[in-house]
């Protein structure tokens, strides 16, 4: 008796119920930096889609390879000022 109480608490919460078959699954928003300086606190080679190359025109090398995530980028798109695919490289 005690274990069909317990079954019809988690049935009544919806605890252990799966998700219908082509329901979407909610995914939390990549997070948006302000600036490039609020980026570097957490990713100090800045972020790069996947499959980006830095493009410096001077031949030089970033100090810190990019954190990889074009979901990410793609939230931070626009602090990539010379369209390489890898935003706010150091």
């Known amino acids: 008796m005690r274990f069909t109480g317990v079954l019809l608490v988690a049935a009544m919460s919806g605890i252990g119920l799966a998700a219908p078959a082509g329901a979407s699954v909610m995914?939390?928003?990549?997070?948006?930096?302000?600036?490039?300086?609020?980026?570097?606190?957490?990713?100090k080679g800045g972020v790069a889609?996947?499959?980006?190359?830095?493009?410096?025109?001077d031949g030089g090398h970033a100090r810190y390879a990019p954190h990889m995530s074009t979901k990410l980028y793609r939230a931070n798109?626009?602090?990539?000022?010379?369209?390489?695919?890898?935003?706010?490289e150091q």
Do not use: E, I
């Open 49 to 57: 889609k996947r499959g980006a190359h830095d493009q410096r025109s």
């Open 77 to 88: 798109k626009q602090m990539d000022r010379d369209h390489d695919g890898v935003a706010c």
């Open 27 to 43: 995914r939390p928003a990549a997070h948006h930096f302000v600036n490039c300086t609020d980026m570097h606190r957490v990713y």
